[in-house]
């Protein structure tokens, strides 16, 4: 059964470093997504991405977020100066199409900020 | 703006007991889609069920059942004689169809913990 991925599972960076966190979605689905869980914590939406475009971001999203789809396959999450507060585990979703469908997550990429 | 909240935050049950998580949302919208979803010890999110506003009939898939009522914005889950492998966080999530995105805003979640 096709399913979403992530890498790396638990990636570790120093405060201020850049980060790129990797998706691969499920192949034919149009719509990705990224959501942000700090330990203990809700599931947090970050950003939408249809079409080649932002569709949707929330407050957490700031400058220092940025997503892009390279190619046909990857989507990927750069942070670009880390906060300890970016410590969390991030997770990748997509969605078949227009009509609404569930969204379909990867097993997350745990960020630790040092 | 939509809200879920999810007032358990952590239950604990012996095995077989029947247990039921509760879910409250707020949405203007008239047309909108509840989830579940578990996340287990090894933490990844795994989709459990779908529910759209003009559905209201409530839905069982082996001892799992939800039950939405609209009426009192509810979508609550209910496990029937629970497993230790029931132990998870649950979340419950909503989606407005409105939305550009479709994102979902997820509830605080439950831990269920079930004891052999």
């Known amino acids: 059964e096709p399913e979403v991925t992530q890498t790396p599972s638990h990636q570790v960076t120093q405060m201020g470093q850049e980060v790129i966190l990797r998706c691969v979605p499920i192949?034919?689905?149009?719509?990705f997504y990224w959501y942000r869980q700090i330990l203990g914590q809700k599931v947090e939406f970050l950003v939408s991405?249809?079409?080649?475009?932002?569709?949707?971001k929330s407050e957490i999203f700031d400058d220092q977020f940025s997503v892009e789809r390279p190619d046909g396959s990857n989507f990927t999450l750069k942070i670009r100066s880390t906060k300890l507060e970016d410590s969390a585990m991030y997770f990748c979703?997509?969605?078949?199409?227009?009509?609404?469908?569930?969204?379909?997550f990867g097993p997350g990429t745990r960020l630790t900020v040092l | 703006a939509q809200k879920v909240t999810q007032a358990q935050t952590e239950i604990s049950v012996v095995e077989k007991e029947d247990v039921t998580l509760d879910c409250v949302y707020e949405?203007?919208?008239?047309?909108?889609?509840l989830f579940w979803y578990k996340q287990p010890p090894s933490g990844e999110l795994v989709f459990l069920i779908r529910?759209?506003?003009?559905?209201?009939q409530n839905e069982i898939s082996g001892r799992y059942s939800w039950n939405f009522q609209k009426s009192t914005s509810s979508f609550n889950f209910t496990i029937t004689a629970s497993q230790v492998v029931d132990s998870a966080v649950y979340f419950c999530?909503?989606?407005?169809?409105?939305?550009?995105?479709?994102?979902?805003?997820f509830g605080g979640g439950t831990r269920l913990m079930v004891k052999p």
């Open positions: 991405f249809y079409n080649n475009e932002i569709s949707e």
């Open positions: 979703a997509s969605r078949p199409g227009p009509l609404l469908n569930e969204q379909f």
């Open positions: 192949s034919n689905h149009l719509y």
């Open positions: 529910r759209n506003s003009f559905d209201e």
């Open positions: 949405t203007r919208d008239t047309t909108y889609y």
């Open positions: 999530a909503l989606s407005e169809a409105q939305g550009a995105g479709n994102m979902l805003t």
